[in-house]
T-cell receptor, first 109, second 116 residues
Framework: GQNIDQPTEMTATEGAIVQINCTYQ??????LFWYQQHAGEAPTFLSY??LDGLEEKGRFSSFLSRSKGYSYLLLKELQMKDSASYLC??????????WGAGTKLIIKP | GAVVSQHPSWVICKSGTSVKIECRSL??????MFWYRQFPKQSLMLMAT?????????EQGVEKDKFLINHASLTLSTLTVTSAHPEDSSFYIC????????????FGQGTRLTVV
């Protein structure tokens, strides 16, 4: 079966750095996405990785290792507005998105 | 980025009635649209995939006679929840993809449905 695993909840301090991990097992791989979702809102796109390595975009970076079925989202200089759920999703061989359950990130002052 | 408009943002309806949710791609043609449902504190669950001009493909466990999906044009897909019940209360989200195999799907704003 297809499976995406990520921690349910994480807590971090304003100004700090946090890493949210995602492991996956899917039938085929056509890229991995990270989305941010605030409560009651639709997800917003953060990053896309299809090749191994680190993609940096401002305060957010995303890493992928296809051989390990592993990705992480790194958030630097955390701000209170970063409190949200972070969803990992993998596009399988049929170009369907397989979603993780999301990681709720709580930022404390 | 491309814009997907979903309407209405929220709706309250009586049990037994039907509700239609619209999803429009405003500045691109969406060959494929996806409909998701999300219960509180849970992940997005794909309900169905629709390609323009053909019948939607429903995920296992999703009643196609209850959740009617129409994708009649390249810019519009609709989801109709028929004979709604309180357990259908949820957050419904559509997303659209321009070209098969395109890397990014663009999301609508979501519709909060409450059935009373």
């Amino acid at each position: 079966g297809q499976n995406i695993d990520q921690p349910t909840e994480m807590t971090a301090t304003e100004g700090a750095i946090v890493q949210i991990n995602c492991t996956y097992q899917t039938s085929g791989f056509n890229g991995l996405f990270w989305y941010q979702q605030h409560a009651g809102e639709a997800p917003t796109f953060l990053s896309y990785n299809v090749l191994d390595g680190l993609e940096e975009k401002g305060r957010f970076s995303s890493f992928l290792s296809r051989s390990k079925g592993y990705s992480y989202l790194l958030l630097k200089e955390l701000q209170m507005k970063d409190s949200a759920s972070y969803l990992c999703a993998v596009m399988d061989s049929n170009y369907q998105l397989i979603w993780g359950a999301g990681t709720k990130l709580i930022i404390k002052p | 980025g491309a814009v997907v408009s979903q309407h209405p943002s929220w709706v309250i309806c009586k049990s037994g009635t039907s509700v239609k949710i619209e999803c429009r791609s405003l500045d691109f043609q969406a060959t494929t649209m996806f409909w998701y449902r999300q219960f509180p504190k849970q992940s997005l669950m794909l309900m169905a995939t629709s390609n323009e001009g053909s019948k939607a493909t429903y995920e296992q466990g999703v009643e196609k006679d209850k959740f009617l999906i129409n994708h009649a044009s390249l810019t519009l897909s609709t989801l109709t929840v028929t004979s709604a019940h309180p357990e259908d209360s949820s957050f419904y989200i559509c997303s659209a993809r321009a070209v098969t195999g395109d890397t990014e799907a663009f999301f609508g704003q979501g519709t909060r449905l409450t059935v009373v």
